[in-house]
């Protein structure tokens, strides 16, 4: 870790001072101390693994673990897994996936890329309710997602079309070819795009131009987030931290 963070050899991350001394010992291992500002600090420092007395390699191994279920990792099978107890094992899925969050929003697809969009209805199903057996308040989703693996997903208010340029402005390249179903609020923002081409599930119609129209991803992509709710998180809350310049677009959530 210490060569692949500092290849031309370690810098102090208080000062940037290159003059450092690797302390060494027991007590001491993998401790540098900065001959410039006279502080200590690990590969560790500035990272989300600083100041933790959980081991760096279960750390390594629960960010691996994280990053590679597609359908997440609950705090309660990375203790199992990790022999480590359920309080640390919270701790460490609440640092690794807060280190996970993208500061900014790269656009998906770009020219000659198809990007499939399309939206689902999250909430809670009536029959599960204690009391008050009404059908609960349902959230609308907004997935974006282009043929390399990239996507985008927004918790909006609505369908309006122009709630969904909000959305679809900053997540797609206008040069994009865009697919959706046949929502009609999707018919002026397809103009927006290089192309737009839709297909019509209500005619039984889910793939066109020999396989390369279809927004068989995008559910896909629907799929594993509802699987990720039913079987890891339980439950989510509709509150989540959200970029500040979303606020007034009737976008909420990431
Ligand atoms: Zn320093």
Redesign the pocket.
């Known amino acids: 870790m210490e060569a692949d963070r500092w290849p031309d050899g370690a810098c ?6 290159l003059d ?1 001394h690797k302390m060494g010992g027991k007590t001491q291992a993998g401790m540098f101390l ?6 200590k ?1 690990t590969v560790r420092t500035g990272t989300v693994f600083e100041r933790s007395h959980i081991p760096l390699h279960k750390w390594l191994l629960a960010t691996h673990l994280i990053a590679a279920s597609k359908k997440g990792m609950s705090a309660l099978q990375l203790s199992r897994i990790l022999g480590i107890t359920y309080k640390s094992a919270w701790f460490m899925t609440h640092r690794i996936r807060e280190a996970m969050t993208p500061t900014k929003i790269d656009p998906i697809g770009g020219q000659n890329k198809g990007v499939e969009t399309d939206e689902t209805l999250i909430g809670g199903k009536a029959k599960n309710r204690a009391f008050a057996k009404k059908e609960p308040k349902k959230h609308t989703v907004l997935t974006m997602v282009d043929r390399d693996g990239d996507s985008h997903s927004f918790h909006i208010a609505n369908v309006q079309a122009d709630i969904l340029r909000a959305a679809m402005n900053r997540a797609i390249d206008r040069k994009s070819h865009l697919m959706t179903d046949e929502l009609a609020s999707y018919s002026p923002l397809g103009e927006e795009y290089a192309n737009h081409s839709t297909v019509n599930h209500s005619a039984d119609e889910y793939v066109r131009l020999g396989g390369y129209i279809h927004i068989n991803t995008a559910e896909c992509r629907f799929s594993l987030m509802k699987r990720a709710v039913f079987g890891t998180h339980q439950s989510v809350s509709e509150a989540t931290a959200l970029p500040a310049e979303w606020d007034s677009n009737g976008t909420s959530g990431k």
């Open positions: 102090c991350p208080h000062c940037g001072s450092v900065c001959k410039d500002c006279r502080d600090f």
